[in-house]
């Protein structure tokens, strides 16, 4: 289910530290997250994060990295970025997989991700953050985790005031950093079979962003070596290993339903429908036709388009999942459970379509199975605020008010609403069997907000 804007999208707002645990680890990272710049918003859809992980696979192996537990995300922003702020996940903003034309420019981007993984770039900043201890070293960090986060005039803004020597020695570690990730990412790229030309290309896009001011520049040039050198550098290497490697079928299937479908919800509907018959296979043209017609509230035209998708693949979990969408969001609750359960029987792991399944339960008047759907997917993705909200919405249908208050004060901390979190963990600790593990949660939620307000008040 893609949670969007229009007729079928809401925000997943998550703070960018992503796990209770995470607020304990850094003073730095903590005062980050809860900055206004550095909330960031994903676009969650099965779908969507299927085709990117598919597409990431052979980069992701070639790096040294577990395919199955490193995941690719969708950040709400328009911009050309990506970036990793942990070693399991890889953010990509949805304007950068709208403008990259060709799937081995989007597998740049994640073997270029994936190489400040594996070249330990991450725990070397959380060092230089922690290090930090002056006022010009803390709005430092910050202003480049708000660049990274494609935040320019934020970060600009924390800048202010710090000593420019101690943002140009920033700078210069963050640009070696980033020149090392490149070289890495050619490496993966040409060991999965991947043309490297794609690498080439990429940085075409960034050809004359040097001469554009500060305030007219991508924010991601901030922090990142000339386009010039980059794509100097990037050139020599193809002419030195070649730009073997071609494209595979579906490496093209997968890149063009991910962008087919994120663009059916982010584009308008007359758009989709004049693009889409560009589309190489039919079963991809028909989805962006049912996503487009449901945002214009066709429900008929929407549904004929998404049963033609399915007669040509009649195993796809996640166009059974799209159709159960389709029908929630017109109310037809049965028929939405229905498609949901077909999606699970194909699917029966993928944290999404659990979710979407417990929804429709949960609609269709079943309260104490939706729970058990939600717990699993959830126990799959702790990332998936929306999941959250209707679970708590479920443990309270069944009487389980501490429950209900335990999950709300997770959504919160996620969030990064920790005064809001804190009342709920306060709450639910109040209603559950003291030491129990559900109890125990409560605690780490009610740490985390008295950390956050000893923070705030110093």
């Known amino acids: 289910m893609l949670i969007s804007h229009g007729a079928a999208m809401t925000f997943d707002r998550l703070s960018r530290l992503s796990s209770i645990p995470a607020f304990l680890l850094s003073a730095l990272f903590f005062f980050a997250s809860t900055l206004p710049s550095m909330a960031i918003t994903l676009l969650r859809d099965a779908d969507i994060e299927h085709g990117l992980n598919k597409l990431a696979a052979p980069v992701l192996s070639a790096a040294g990295l577990n395919a199955k537990r490193v995941r690719v995300l969708v950040v709400n922003d328009s911009s050309f970025n990506a970036f990793v702020v942990d070693s399991q996940t890889i953010f990509v903003n949805y304007g950068l997989i709208l403008k990259v034309t060709s799937p081995e420019m989007l597998q740049a981007v994640i073997a270029h991700e994936a190489a400040h993984i594996t070249n330990g770039h991450l725990a070397r900043r959380m060092q230089n953050m922690r290090s930090a201890n002056t006022a010009a070293g803390l709005g430092t960090a910050l202003a480049v985790l708000a660049a990274?986060?494609?935040?320019?005039?934020?970060?600009?803004?924390?800048?202010?005031?710090?000593?420019?020597s101690a943002l140009r020695s920033f700078l210069a570690h963050t640009r070696a950093e980033e020149s090392s990730a490149d070289r890495s990412g050619a490496g993966y790229?040409?060991?999965?079979?991947?043309?490297?030309?794609?690498?080439?290309?990429?940085?075409?896009?960034?050809?004359?962003?040097?001469?554009?001011?500060?305030?007219?520049?991508?924010?991601?040039?901030?922090?990142?070596?000339?386009?010039?050198?980059?794509?100097?550098?990037?050139?020599?290497?193809?002419?030195?290993?070649?730009?073997?490697?071609?494209?595979?079928?579906?490496?093209?299937?997968?890149?063009?339903?991910?962008?087919?479908?994120?663009?059916?919800?982010?584009?308008?509907?007359?758009?989709?429908?004049?693009?889409?018959?560009e589309e190489a296979s039919k079963d991809i043209r028909l989805m962006r036709e049912a996503v487009s017609y449901h945002r214009q509230r066709n429900l008929s035209k929407s549904l004929n388009?998404?049963?033609?998708?399915?007669?040509?693949?009649?195993?796809?979990?996640?166009?059974?999942?799209?159709?159960?969408?389709?029908?929630?969001?017109?109310?037809?609750?049965?028929?939405?459970?229905?498609?949901?359960?077909?999606?699970?029987?194909?699917?029966?792991?993928?944290p999404l379509i659990l979710g979407g399944y417990g929804r429709a339960l949960l609609a269709a008047g079943h309260p104490k199975q939706a729970i058990q759907?939600?717990?699993?997917?959830?126990?799959?993705?702790?990332?998936?605020?929306?999941?959250?909200?209707?679970?708590?919405?479920?443990?309270?249908?069944?009487?389980?008010?501490?429950?209900a208050a335990l999950v709300t004060a997770e959504r919160y901390a996620l969030q990064g609403r920790m005064d809001d979190a804190g009342r709920h963990a306060t709450r639910a600790s109040a209603q559950l069997p003291r030491g129990s593990a559900t109890w125990r949660r409560a605690q780490d939620v009610l740490v985390a907000a008295e950390y956050y307000q000893k923070r705030k008040n110093k």
């Open 148 to 164: 990274a986060a494609g935040a320019g005039e934020a970060a600009a803004g924390i800048a202010i005031g710090a000593q420019s």
């Open 189 to 277: 790229l040409t060991r999965a079979g991947i043309n490297p030309q794609g690498l080439v290309d990429l940085h075409q896009i960034f050809a004359g962003q040097e001469l554009l001011s500060t305030v007219n520049q991508d924010p991601y040039m901030r922090s990142h070596p000339l386009s010039r050198d980059r794509l100097r550098a990037a050139k020599a290497y193809v002419a030195s290993y070649g730009d073997q490697g071609s494209t595979t079928a579906e490496a093209n299937y997968w890149f063009a339903r991910t962008r087919g479908k994120l663009s059916a919800f982010v584009r308008s509907p007359k758009w989709t429908r004049r693009r889409a018959g």
């Open 305 to 350: 388009a998404m049963n033609g998708a399915l007669a040509l693949r009649p195993n796809d979990a996640f166009y059974f999942d799209l159709k159960g969408q389709i029908l929630m969001e017109n109310r037809r609750w049965n028929e939405a459970l229905s498609a949901y359960r077909q999606a699970v029987k194909l699917a029966p792991s993928e």
């Open 373 to 403: 759907a939600m717990e699993k997917a959830r126990s799959r993705d702790f990332r998936d605020t929306r999941l959250l909200r209707d679970m708590s919405l479920a443990y309270a249908k069944t009487g389980q008010s501490g429950m």
